[in-house]
């Protein structure tokens, strides 16, 4: 079945930069387009930023991360990545690796806690 993990999350101050991985598995995952959404605490959904399929020459971000974020994937591994730099504490919450097209599957988050 498809099942999409996160990992790399954590604590870090602000300024300081995390890495966020996605492993999908079950599904082709070269063939379609992937996202990050993220849920801070006591909010509702909020997409992030998102990747074409096949290589990921396309890309997307909301207007709070450009220039600070960099959504990226490797194929040949099935691995979604977030690259996060000078994080603000307002990028706090819980991010999710999100498949689009067909069938919508979300993993089950990981979190990310920007704070002194």
């Known amino acids: 079945q498809v099942q999409l993990v996160e990992s790399g999350g954590g604590l870090v101050q602000p300024g300081g930069s995390l890495r966020l991985s996605c492993s999908a598995s079950g599904f082709g995952f070269k063939h379609y387009w992937m996202n990050w959404v993220r849920q801070a605490p006591g909010k509702g959904l909020e997409w992030v930023s998102g990747?074409?399929?096949?290589?990921?020459?396309?890309?997307y971000y909301m207007e709070s991360v450009k220039g600070r974020f960099t959504i990226s994937r490797d194929d040949a591994k099935d691995t979604l990545y977030l690259q996060m730099s000078s994080l603000k504490p307002e990028d706090t919450g819980v991010y999710y690796c999100?498949?689009?097209?067909?069938?919508?599957?979300w993993g089950q988050g990981t979190q990310v806690a920007v704070s002194s």
């Open positions: 999100v498949k689009s097209g067909g069938p919508v599957y």
């Open positions: 990747i074409s399929s096949a290589g990921g020459r396309t890309t």
